[in-house]
């Protein structure tokens, strides 16, 4: 099956610093990469995803990009603020309904 | 606005209970999902249900069972509660024509 591998677990920043994420997938089948944003004390909600078919995709400060050779998926947010405090999932599926997610990573944007 | 609802946000069990587990979504969504999420593992697939009564083991349905007998409700099964079934249970639904899930609350369960 999928494994999906996700670094850092905690990254701390400054506001108004950039902040990366970055996700391995094991099965090269996969072709649809989603992120997804957890509040503390909330649900987890998509902000965006990126299929196999284009090599990046951005929504103001998030962007996302993919490296299907390698095998592997990054989160970048600009200009970090407050609000951005959470923890984000990465997660990889070959059929879309399937999601396989890494363990998490604690992004903390100090003011 | 899709609404998905669990019926705990918090429940406190002993070892060897039956549990229940529900999640009602209001979308008309044909997908719903179980999973459990705890530090450092992020979420887990338990099981999958694709339609009424259709289901699909995800990566750890050891000690669950489901059911979906309504296409809107998706039960998840604790058969003899066990203290390392101790977690965050979250329930999702998704439509056929969008991967996006869509989470509930989420049930803190925890085994005594």
């Known amino acids: 099956g999928e494994n999906v591998e996700q670094h850092p677990s905690t990254l701390s920043v400054q506001e108004g610093d950039s902040a990366v994420i970055k996700c391995t997938y094991s099965?090269?089948?996969?072709?649809?990469f989603p992120w997804y944003k957890q509040e503390l004390g909330k649900r987890p909600q998509l902000i965006i995803d990126?299929?196999?078919?284009?090599g990046e995709k951005k929504d103001q400060r998030i962007a996302v990009t993919l490296n299907k050779t390698a095998k592997h998926f990054s989160l970048h947010i600009t200009e970090t603020q407050p609000e951005d405090s959470a923890v984000y999932f990465c997660a990889a599926s070959e059929a879309g309904n399937m999601l396989t997610f890494g363990g998490g990573t604690r992004l903390m944007v100090k003011p | 606005d899709v609404k998905v609802t669990q019926s705990s946000r918090y429940l406190v069990k002993r070892t060897g209970e039956k549990v229940f587990l529900e999640c009602v979504q209001d979308m008309d969504h044909e997908n719903m999902f179980w999973y459990r999420q705890d530090p450092g593992l992020g979420l887990r697939l338990i099981y999958f249900?694709?339609?009424?009564?259709?289901?699909e083991k995800g990566d750890i349905p050891e000690g669950y069972s489901v059911s979906r007998e309504k296409k809107e409700r998706f039960s998840l099964i604790l058969e003899s509660a066990s203290t390392n079934q101790t977690s965050m249970y979250l329930c999702?639904?998704?439509?056929?024509?969008?991967?996006?899930?869509?989470f509930g609350p989420g049930t803190r369960l925890t085994v005594t």
């Open positions: 249900s694709y339609d009424v009564k259709m289901k």
């Open positions: 999702a639904s998704s439509g056929s024509y969008s991967y996006e899930q869509y």
């Open positions: 990126i299929r196999s078919n284009v």
């Open positions: 099965d090269s089948a996969s072709n649809y």
